[in-house]
Nanobody, 127 residues
Framework: VQLQASGGGLVQAGTSLRLSCAAS??????????MGWFRQAPGKEREFVAA????????DYGTSVKGRFTISRDNARNMLYLEMSMVKPEDTAVYLC???????????????????WGQGTQVTVSS
């Protein structure tokens, strides 16, 4: 699985931004994947943002973004999205998308629950 995040940029606090992640699967693959978003700010550990299962029936969010961010996916287009609203300066980070065949993230939503990672996209929120 290859993942490529996009949509980052410089935005003002209180506004909205949508991130996208394009997934490239093996031709003919019938594997199903959970997908997630993480972020990492300079000097800080990687932080869980949100995750979603294959059928979009289960989602989970990090405490700091719950109620402001929404994760969604379009399996027909192999796309993952993160709608970010009411952004804050502390949301500034590199945002990375990830994928895994398992549902381990439901038990423990951390980096170890995801095997495949894409390049990040920078989000900078000005005050």
């Amino acid at each position: 699985v290859q993942l490529q995040a996009s949509g980052g940029g410089l935005v003002q606090a209180g506004t909205s931004l949508r991130l996208s992640c394009a997934a490239s699967l093996r031709p003919g693959s019938t594997d199903t994947y959970s997908m997630g978003w993480f972020r990492q700010a300079p000097g800080k550990e990687r932080e869980f943002v949100a995750a979603i299962d294959w059928n979009s029936s289960v989602t989970d969010y990090g405490t700091s973004v719950k109620g402001r961010f929404t994760i969604s996916r379009d399996n027909a287009r192999n796309m993952l999205y993160l709608e970010m609203s009411m952004v804050k300066p502390e949301d500034t980070a590199v945002y990375l998308c990830a994928a895994d065949r398992s549902l381990r993230w439901i038990v423990e939503a951390d980096s170890d629950a995801f095997k495949y990672w894409g390049q990040g996209t920078q989000v900078t929120v000005s005050s």
